[in-house]
């Protein structure tokens, strides 16, 4: 395969900045990059699920513009998500075979000859998966190995695996990774997508970093080390960036929350921490490492199996997101569009529905109430908009953000927690965001900063603590670069 120049831009981001890149036939090659660096929108264009702003593709030597996955796939190109793609309630062998069944000569589907090609390719790869078995009872192992299984049986030349090990044991990785070696012995490539440095190493043929939309460099894997990489991915340290953002707590007095070993199977493992008045606490880590459970245990969305939840010197146990609220903490989800927002209201309904009571009465909705209350939300907030009876969906992408804080600000809470609050948002939108968590820190809002990119955490943090399968596996202070966390987030488990 071979990308040149390609580029995709989204309203106020440029995702991918004309990239090239050039993969062999049995060649192993990684992408890396933070969240953010483009790696998703590249598979995507890949594929066909977004179309190019410009640039070209070349798929066995000839030009191609996939209009969607499926034509991708027909044409010898597979992806494996880290979510499985499969048909839960079909069989292993119905799923591997959909789409190229083998029928006799009287249009009968012929099992037989179906069940030998399974017996000769899983006996080729070494593995055995129960063919029988409904797709929806097998462990998530064994759903990657039913993926690649379908892309080798319909006579794929490319696959590509957005961490794939995700959810692995140690000993299913070390599986992966041997069909792994198979496929390229095969002259199959493979476009292997991880966080995980160690796993490059192990078996990846040549690398490729992006950050922020570019390609920063393609290099063979003998030619560098782990810090080399962690260098390229985050550029230089920002330990000195965005002074003019963070301000930091002069006191550190006041506990407000205690979190004492929480528990939720099989994500959050007993973790416990302190919270002071007026301090931002960012919360760092990879995909799948605990963050977003942990907020929802925090916001009483989930419910805790063990552990104990503190505010004020006072234990509580939240029953749902209405009882964190009316103890004073309050959550800005991560999937704004899903969660926060009801995209076909009103802005103004928006911002006043979590906190509906203080603009009724009698049980009558006070719309003049409600509009006066957005009107100084949009002023505080800075929120760019036609007026406070535009459709919320009209919004750029930053300022529905905005909007989604401003709705949790009326409740006037004491914790706010932040998931993810930047994505999907332009650089000067995401500014405008730190601004706002660091102004209501000084007002003594605690604030729990959670996000994939350690850029951001790093900017507007107190203190971060990094979390690793559901623990806390270290934690900093303001102050330390972007690589030293970094280099914690990716080493070796």
């Not at 933070?34 to 798929?59: H, M, P, Q, R, W």
């Not at 989800?333 to 927002?341: I, S, T, V």
């Not at 820190?441 to 203190?463: L, M, N, P």
């Not at 934690?475 to 080493?491: A, D, P, Y």
Request: net charge positive; hydrophobic share 40%.
């Amino acid at each position: 395969m071979k990308i040149v120049k390609l580029k995709k831009a989204f309203p106020g981001v440029i995702a991918l900045n004309e990239i090239d890149l050039e993969i062999n036939k049995g060649e192993v090659h990684a992408l890396v990059g933070e969240n953010g660096a483009g790696k998703s929108t590249l598979i995507k264009l890949v594929v066909g699920a977004y179309k190019k702003d410009s640039g070209e593709i070349y798929f066995d030597n000839q030009k191609v513009e996939f209009t969607s996955p499926a034509q991708a796939f027909q044409s010898g190109l597979s992806v494996i998500y880290q979510e499985n793609s499969l048909i839960p309630q079909l069989t292993v062998i119905q799923n591997i075979f959909l789409g190229v069944e083998h029928f006799t000569s009287l249009g009968i589907l012929d099992e037989k000859k179906i069940y030998e090609q399974y017996l000769s390719i899983t006996k080729q790869l070494g593995f055995e998966l129960p063919p029988f078995e409904k797709v929806r009872n097998l462990g998530v192992a064994e759903q990657k190995l039913v993926e690649i299984l379908k892309a080798l049986i319909h006579k794929v030349k490319f696959i590509i695996m957005d961490e794939p090990t995700a959810s692995l044991s140690e000993n299913e990785v070390e599986h992966l990774f041997r069909i792994i070696s198979e496929l390229k012995s095969n002259k199959i490539s493979v476009l292997y997508i991880t966080h995980l440095l160690g796993e490059v190493f192990k078996i990846a043929d040549r690398i490729t970093v992006l950050r922020d939309g570019k390609k920063i460099n393609t290099v063979p894997i003998k030619d560098v080390n782990r810090e080399k990489v962690v260098t390229m991915m985050v550029g230089e340290s920002l330990k000195n960036a965005y002074t003019s953002v963070f301000t930091e707590v002069k006191k550190r007095e006041k506990v407000v929350l205690q979190v004492k070993n929480l528990k939720r199977k099989p994500r959050v493992n007993g973790i416990s921490f302190e919270l002071f008045a007026g301090e931002v606490l960012g919360i760092a880590g990879l995909r799948g490492a605990g963050k977003t459970e942990l907020s929802r245990l925090l916001f009483g969305a989930d419910r805790l199996e063990d552990g104990s939840i503190i505010i004020n010197n006072k234990p509580v146990r939240f029953r749902s997101p209405l009882d964190a609220v009316n103890h004073g903490v309050s959550l800005v989800p991560e999937d704004r569009k899903k969660d926060a927002l009801i995209l076909m209201l009103e802005l103004y309904k928006n911002i006043t529905l979590p906190t509906l009571e203080q603009f009724t009465s009698k049980g009558v909705i006070l719309s003049g109430k409600e509009i006066a209350a957005t009107r100084r939300a949009i002023e505080k907030l800075d929120i760019k908009t036609s007026g406070v009876k535009q459709i919320t969906r009209y919004l750029s992408g930053g300022n529905q953000q905005k909007v989604a804080i401003s709705k949790w600000l009326q409740a006037n809470p004491i914790v706010l927690i932040m998931d993810e609050p930047t994505q999907g948002i332009d650089v000067k939108a995401k500014l405008e965001i730190y601004n706002i968590v660091r102004k209501l820190a000084e007002t003594g809002v605690c604030i729990i900063f959670i996000s994939s990119e350690v850029s951001e955490v790093v900017k507007v943090s107190d203190r971060i603590i990094v979390l690793s399968q559901g623990k806390i596996s270290a934690e900093f202070k303001h102050g330390v670069s972007q690589e030293e966390i970094m280099r914690t987030i990716l080493k070796e488990e």
